[in-house]
C-alpha cells in the first residue's frame, strides 16, 4: 500500500483482556518496527522484525507482549491481560533497511485505552 | 546504547519568526543518520529532515534547516518563517544500523 496501515485507530478494552493491534506496512519494506509512546513522552522500542531474520524483543516490557509478523509483512502485536499502564498508543513503522539514509515510514498509531 | 536527548519541553514561537530546535546524542559509531520528525495531533509521525553523518554540510528542506556539529554531538533544527501548521510536537533521531533511537520530544506552540 501507499502507507503504514494501523487498526482499529482506537481501542478501549476492560482491564484483563486480552488486545491484538494490527500493522500493514508498506509493500516491500522488509523491516518492521513497534513503538509505544505513553501520553506526552517520546517513543519507546518495543520489538523489530527484519526479513525472516529472528525477531529482536529486547524493547517488550513483560511477558504479556508478544507479536509476530506473518508472510513478512502484516504484523499483529498482542497484549495479554492488559493493565491499565499499558494505555498508550502504540506506533508501527516500516523501512527499507537498504541504506540506513531512510528513516522509517510510521502509521497513525492505535490508541489503546484499558479501563 | 545510544541515547537522544532534547532539553527543551517546550517552546513557543510568534508566527513568521524562526525558532530553533535542540538535540544532542551520544553515540561511538562513525556511521550513523540523524532525523528530525514532527509529529501533529493526528499522531502520524511525518519525517521533516534528516542528515548523514559523513556530510558536512547542513541539510535543508524549504524552511526547515540543521545545524550539525559532529564533534559535539548536536544537530539542532531551525524553523524558519514559522507558521501555524509547524505546531506540534518535534522528535529528534538516531539512527546507526536498524534501530532508530528517539528523544524525548519538543512541543512547539506557534503564536498568531
Known amino acids: 500500500g501507499a502507507g503504514v496501515s494501523q487498526s482499529p485507530s482506537n481501542k478501549v478494552t476492560e482491564k484483563g483482556k486480552d488486545v491484538e493491534l494490527r500493522c500493514d506496512p508498506i509493500s516491500g519494506h522488509t523491516a518492521l518496527y513497534w513503538y509505544r509512546q505513553s501520553l506526552g513522552q517520546g517513543l519507546e522500542f518495543l520489538i523489530y522484525f527484519q526479513g525472516n531474520s529472528a525477531p529482536d524483543k529486547s524493547g517488550l516490557p513483560s511477558d504479556r507482549f508478544s507479536a509476530e509478523r506473518t508472510g513478512g509483512s502484516v504484523s499483529t502485536l498482542t497484549i495479554q491481560r492488559t493493565q491499565q499502564e499499558d494505555s498508550a498508543v502504540y506506533l508501527c513503522?516500516?523501512?527499507?533497511?537498504?541504506?540506513?539514509?531512510?528513516?522509517?515510514?510510521f502509521g497513525s498509531g492505535t490508541r489503546l485505552t484499558v479501563v | 546504547a545510544q541515547t537522544v536527548t532534547q532539553s527543551q519541553p517546550e517552546m513557543s514561537v510568534q508566527e513568521a519568526e524562526t525558532v530553533t530546535l535542540s538535540c544532542t546524542y551520544d553515540t561511538s559509531e562513525s556511521d550513523y543518520y540523524l532525523f528530525w520528525y514532527k509529529q501533529p495531533p493526528s499522531r502520524q509521525m511525518i519525517l521533516v529532515i534528516r542528515q548523514e553523518a559523513y556530510k558536512q554540510q547542513n541539510a535543508t528542506e524549504n524552511r526547515f534547516s540543521v545545524n550539525f556539529q559532529k564533534a559535539a554531538k548536536s544537530f539542532s533544527l531551525k524553523i524558519s518563517d514559522s507558521q501555524l501548521g509547524d505546531a506540534a510536537m518535534y522528535f529528534c533521531a538516531y539512527r546507526a544500523g536498524n534501530m532508530l533511537t528517539f528523544g524525548g520530544g519538543t512541543r512547539l506552540m506557534v503564536k498568531p
Open positions: 513503522a516500516s523501512s527499507s533497511t537498504n541504506r540506513g539514509y531512510y528513516g522509517y515510514t
